[in-house]
């Protein structure tokens, strides 16, 4: 990744808005590459990929569970807006000019522009650095690799600023809503902020195929994985910079499902997703392959259930470091439920039961060509028991970590002895009327209908008793977070906490001198 800095002393700024940041610091993975990319006025540097998982920071809550406010008056950019790009040189000069021209105006605070050059061969990079040359706010960073994954997770890992955001090229949200998007970042309320086009209270212009699978998608992720978050797509997003370095090592997506692991990492994390209704036109003339890209959603989805049933993703350490506390006078239960809507429960309980029961009929089946039916049933329903609890306990009750594993477990297998009192006493039935031995689709048939109505049993005692949250503290107190050294990230350096009685977001801009 080539960084190119803009030219210098062709403009003149207040202090509200510095004369172009500096080139990133040079601490190890930053590298001079040789001679400049873009003439005499620009150097270029090298980064390293994005680091491995490290250690977990301290707890990034202040007194009484509440993130600290941000520093506005640092000499380092408040806010880093990274413009990732393929091929676009068609839009990208218009882009950089109308965004420049708006943060100038209506942003009280210092910023820089980041084009994201993904490998584009056309003259997009060349177009970036003429541009970067003529404001000094533009910074060009070039990458070998495609990807918008890829792209953000290094400009944000090397990025100094305390604040770090995100827009497509065609800037199809209105910028009207950037202020909204960034004030909760900086006064601490908020991790993350999202543009949401499927609210009520959005404005959006688009054809109806973007709209059911952009519905679709968020409908599964609500559904299938506890997503409390609206829109994981709209190419309009912000995060602070703590949290960035603590979550971006974890995620593995280079393309476009990095905004929807970002996001579900974020929540299984216990942090804060503000949502900011947008005004959205859509880009007749984008190139992006929607059908390809739902289809990679899809697949992204799958990959990241496993990482999170594996522990590939150290959940409970990094909500332990990055979740906030209980609200003052009240438990973690009255501040919420692990497990979501009862809606939300109900899908993904189903979705694992259909998993279960198939697994229960090809054993049973399997067991019954050389067994007693009984014994088959109880193999059966022994073996895929101790799963439907693990995979319950994760996906439909939202629980992680071993705390009261084995309890669940226990209990789960209380639930499995009434599952197999039903279908034993249904093949017991089955066999006593028929007077012989009866047909082999009859039992299947008749353990089927049973272990349906020992499933509908289970959903409840699970839901009221074994997972119930007020028999289940997962959440850890604030005083039990981690505290052991932070990450060292290249590019980034550590961002002073603000006074409390300060209020970043309401500071006066400072009148920038005429041009």
């Known amino acids: 990744m080539t960084f190119t800095d803009q030219a210098t002393g062709t403009l003149s700024r207040s202090t509200a808005t510095p004369a172009g940041p500096a080139a990133p610091p040079s601490p190890s993975g930053l590298e001079p590459s040789g001679p400049a990319s873009s003439g005499p006025a620009s150097s270029g540097l090298t980064v390293a990929d994005a680091p491995a998982p490290g250690p977990f920071a301290g707890a990034l809550t202040g007194p009484g569970g509440r993130r600290a406010p941000?520093?506005?008056?640092?000499?380092?950019?408040?806010?880093?807006?990274?413009?990732?790009?393929?091929?676009?040189?068609?839009d990208l000069e218009a882009c950089l000019r109308r965004l420049h021209a708006y943060l100038i105006g209506a942003f009280p605070h210092?910023?820089?522009?980041?084009?994201?050059?993904?490998?584009?061969?056309?003259?997009?990079?060349?177009?970036?650095?003429?541009?970067?040359?003529?404001?000094r706010e533009v910074m060009v960073v070039h990458?070998?690799?495609?990807?918008?994954?890829?792209?953000?997770?290094?400009?944000?890992?090397?990025?100094?600023?305390?604040?770090?955001?995100?827009?497509?090229?065609?800037?199809?949200?209105?910028?009207?809503?950037?202020?909204?998007?960034?004030?909760?970042?900086?006064?601490?309320?908020?991790?993350?902020?999202?543009?949401?086009?499927?609210?009520?209270?959005?404005?959006?212009?688009?054809?109806?195929?973007?709209?059911?699978?952009?519905?679709?998608?968020?409908?599964?992720?609500?559904?299938?994985?506890?997503?409390?978050?609206?829109?994981?797509?709209?190419?309009?997003?912000?995060?602070?910079?703590?949290?960035?370095?603590?979550?971006?090592?974890?995620?593995l997506d280079n393309a476009w499902f990095f905004d929807t692991e970002l996001l579900v990492l974020a929540e299984k994390c216990g942090l804060r997703v503000h949502e900011v209704p947008v005004d959205w036109t859509d880009d007749p003339d984008s190139s992006v392959d929607i059908v390809q890209t739902a289809l990679a959603d899809l697949r992204g989805m799958a990959r990241l259930s496993r990482d999170l049933v594996s522990g590939r993703i150290p959940v409970p350490e990094l909500r332990a470091a990055l979740a906030r506390g209980p609200l003052p006078a009240s438990s973690r239960f009255q501040e919420q439920s692990p497990g979501g809507s009862l809606f939300g429960q109900l899908v993904r309980f189903g979705s694992i039961g259909?998993?279960?029961?198939?697994?229960?009929?090809?054993?049973?089946?399997?067991?019954?060509?050389?067994?007693?039916?009984?014994l088959a049933n109880f193999l059966a329903l022994l073996t895929t028991a101790v799963a439907n609890t693990a995979a319950n306990r994760r996906f439909t009750f939202g629980i992680q970590g071993g705390s009261q594993a084995a309890r669940h477990h226990f209990e789960g297998l209380l639930v499995f002895g009434i599952g197999l009192a039903l279908t034993s006493g249904a093949l017991a039935l089955v066999h006593a009327?028929?007077?012989?031995?009866?047909?082999?689709?009859?039992?299947?048939?008749?353990?089927?209908?049973?272990?349906?109505?020992?499933?509908?049993?289970?959903?409840?005692?699970?839901?009221?008793?074994?997972f119930h949250p007020r028999r289940t503290n997962t959440v850890p107190a604030p005083d039990a977070a981690i505290t052991v050294a932070e990450p060292i990230v290249p590019g980034t350096a550590p961002v002073p906490a603000a006074p409390e009685a300060s209020l970043p977001h309401t500071e006066p801009a400072q009148k920038r001198p005429s041009k």
């Open 70 to 90: 941000i520093d506005t008056r640092g000499s380092t950019p408040l806010l880093d807006v990274t413009i990732p790009v393929f091929n676009e040189e068609r």
């Open 354 to 374: 259909v998993a279960s029961t198939l697994a229960y009929l090809a054993i049973f089946l399997l067991c019954r060509q050389f067994m007693d039916p009984q």
């Open 433 to 466: 009327t028929s007077g012989a031995t009866p047909d082999r689709w009859l039992e299947l048939l008749t353990v089927t209908a049973a272990n349906l109505a020992a499933t509908a049993v289970k959903f409840l005692l699970f839901r009221l008793v074994v």
């Open 110 to 135: 210092s910023f820089r522009i980041t084009v994201a050059d993904n490998a584009s061969t056309d003259g997009t990079l060349k177009t970036a650095e003429r541009v970067a040359r003529e404001l």
């Open 143 to 251: 990458m070998a690799e495609k990807g918008r994954g890829n792209a953000l997770r290094k400009v944000w890992l090397s990025s100094p600023s305390p604040v770090l955001a995100y827009m497509d090229v065609d800037l199809s949200t209105d910028l009207a809503a950037l202020g909204p998007l960034l004030a909760p970042l900086i006064s601490g309320h908020s991790d993350l902020a999202i543009g949401t086009r499927l609210t009520r209270n959005s404005r959006v212009v688009r054809g109806p195929k973007r709209e059911f699978i952009s519905r679709s998608y968020n409908f599964l992720l609500q559904s299938l994985m506890g997503a409390h978050f609206s829109d994981a797509q709209c190419g309009f997003k912000a995060i602070r910079a703590d949290v960035a370095r603590q979550l971006l090592p974890h995620t």
